[in-house]
């Protein structure tokens, strides 16, 4: 079983958190929350996506894939807008600047992703002998 997706997610929820605390340190808790915030506003649309594509389909083939990627893609896309809206009328006081800062540190886990597969794929090349 591929733990990518489950690693990934694990280490967005964790980056975001330990910045989010090293912010309401510096600063304050406003600060702190606006960032937990913005984590929490990348991390849950890409849970929603990461579910989409890993959950079984009746129809295994490429076609139910594909299509399960465009609407876990267009949730994400709308569960982003519709949280960034939540937080920015609901939410006072507010650090857009914290909130930002949470959700792109949050963001950029995801690249990580991409070296863990990398990596994996690489590690059953060479296990394979090829």
Known sequence: MDLTIPRVLMWQFLIGMALAAVLWGVFDKVVGYSAVLGSLICLIPNAFLALRL???RRDPGAAALI?????????KLALTVLFFSLVFTLVRPLSAAALFAGFIAT?????SGLLMRSEQ??????????
Do not use: F, H, K, Y
Request: net charge negative.
């Open 54 to 56: 890993v959950v079984p």
């Open 67 to 75: 299509n399960a990627a465009w609407i876990g893609e267009i949730g």
């Open 107 to 111: 963001q950029l886990v995801t690249l």
């Open 121 to 130: 794929e690489m590690d059953t090349r060479n296990s394979n002998g090829s």
